[in-house]
């Protein structure tokens, strides 16, 4: 959808999820294309330094050669000898050398010799590699400038391609979360009003076992239905319409839940109970309706894995500018390999219900979505057959 002033387009503001998700693409991109980059920049740096070394060599090389041919049988050429630096101390090194052409180190100076042996007779050309060197060097240098110049001109380039690039992606999340916004709205009147026929269809008299088990169970998946529905118009609408923040007291989210699910939690033998220590503050910043969906969320998820006789506990608790609340039980657990699966849309873990099949709704999903927009974190703990625990951790209200 477009928006039109003064007769121009007004590009839809993405999300803040979609914008972080696109902001981390480019990032990926740049990265990915600055590194690939700096290798090769890298490799061709490496090239250029080993030619460049060999070709001085080779030269500096064909002077030694040059110089040999004018030296008398036996003579020690020393061509360059630095300051401070006395000649036998060369000589005396090159004494030591193999024939042909060898680098060596004296006098903390880097020479290139070449010696030759023709029968007894010893012939060397010796001469000061320092200049040779340095200039390899300076290349060097030069070209690791360069290349890091180019690494990071080509990660910039990578960046503002990588944006144009993910744009068209970010309307389409953006026209894709709208679409979804305004289905569920439209969704939630009619099936508001097939759960309710359905209800009162369930409250007729039937003697017929199996008509009764089939509205039973129409009533539930029509609950379920909109339960999906309502969640999918939450998490639309926490994205593009995101309510104004206002401090929220999470003691007082987690006693509205529990009076919730206390008849459920009655009905099905479970003990709901609230830990917390009423002299530290809870309060956070954030929306009311939101935050209570996602504890809600938890609790409904540890109904449906918690036995008769079970217990659901929900803790809070306050400590170094943050506060978090978590929802304890000491269901039949979950496997810590499946914790980061459990965050998907449209996935939860085996077992729900008690029925052992996989129960689909946006579940954690939605809870991750409602924690991270109010810039908190989720983390889920348990163990097969050793209960489960998921802790939502929020930045204090100042």
Known sequence: MNWRRGGSERRPTS???????????????AAQTGVAVALVIGVIIALVYSI????????????????LALAAPGETIVDALPDGCPEDEVRAAVDTLEPGTRRF???????????????????????????????????????????????????????????????PLGDALTSQRRFVAEASHELRTPLAILHTRAQLLQRRPSTDDDQRQEIDQ???????????????????EMQLRPEARQPVDLARIAAEVKGSFSATADDAGIDLVIDSVPAESHMVTGVPSALRRAVAALVDNSMDHVARGGT??????????????????????????????????????PGANGNGH????????????????????????GRPGDGATVTLTFPAAP
Do not use: M
């Not at 460049?52 to 110089?67: D, V, W, Y």
């Open 105 to 167: 180190e004296t006098c903390d100076t880097p020479f290139l010799a070449h010696v030759e042996e023709t029968g007894r007779e010893r012939t060397a050309a010796v001469t000061n590699f320092t200049e040779q060197q340095e200039e390899t060097e300076r290349l060097a240098r030069l070209s690791i400038l360069v290349g890091v110049v180019g690494a990071l001109a080509a990660a910039g380039l990578g960046w503002l391609v990588a944006r144009r690039a993910v744009r």
């Open 218 to 236: 129409l009533v539930d998946d029509a609950r379920v239905l909109n339960d999906i529905v309502n969640d999918l118009l939450l998490s639309a």
């Open 358 to 381: 996989p129960r689909l709704g946006l579940g954690l999903a939605l809870v991750d979505e409602i924690v991270h927009a109010h810039d908190g974190t989720l983390a889920i703990d």
């Open 52 to 67: 460049s070394g060999q070709e001085r060599i080779s030269a500096t090389e064909h002077k030694l050669q040059a110089k």
């Open 15 to 29: 999300a803040p999820a979609d914008r972080r998700l696109l902001r981390r693409a480019s990032i990926v991109v």
């Open 312 to 349: 659901i506990t929900l803790g809070l608790s306050g400590s170094g500018g943050t506060v978090r609340i978590s929802v304890v039980d000491d269901g039949d657990g979950l496997d810590p390999e499946l914790a980061a699966q459990l965050t998907q849309r449209f996935r939860r873990g």
